[in-house]
């Protein structure tokens, strides 16, 4: 069982920005799409990025294109998640995920169903923003 560990969250000020980390570790072979997903209090889960990891294409949702960049270290089998210019509504616990399914655009679609699919998952990392 793929196991996966976020950290960098915190408490910044509208504007700053963030890091997140997400170690992968046990049989970590052949995964095939990873992701960020966030779910705020009373909100559905949503999709953020994902990155195919073996074609390196990336997707985002439309609200923070732009401003967020996912990327991946292949030899140490982290991601990561650049979040620059913050807002409020960025606040929620930020998940990282991941599956082993390689399917023709299921990385993309995981931005727009929130992450249906995914097989492996963290357990969170808090993100709050302060206006």
């Known amino acids: 069982q793929v196991q996966l560990v976020e950290s960098g969250g915190g408490s910044v000020q509208a504007g700053g920005s963030l890091r997140l980390s997400c170690a992968a570790s046990r049989y970590t072979y052949g995964l095939y799409c990873m992701g960020w997903f966030r779910q705020a209090p009373g909100k559905e889960r949503e999709g953020v990025a994902s990155?195919?990891?073996?074609?390196?294409?990336?997707y985002y949702a439309d609200s923070v294109k732009g401003r967020f960049t996912i990327s991946q270290d292949n030899p140490d089998n982290t991601l990561y998640l650049q979040m620059n210019s913050l807002k409020p509504e960025d606040t929620a616990m930020y998940y990282c995920?991941?599956?082993?399914?390689?399917?023709?655009?299921?990385?993309?679609?995981?931005?727009?169903?929130?992450?249906?699919?995914?097989?492996?998952w963290g357990k969170g990392t808090l993100v709050t923003i302060s206006s």
């Open positions: 990155i195919d990891t073996t074609r390196g294409s990336a």
């Open positions: 995920a991941a599956t082993k399914f390689s399917v023709a655009g299921r990385c993309r679609r995981t931005i727009e169903n929130g992450g249906d699919g995914m097989e492996y």
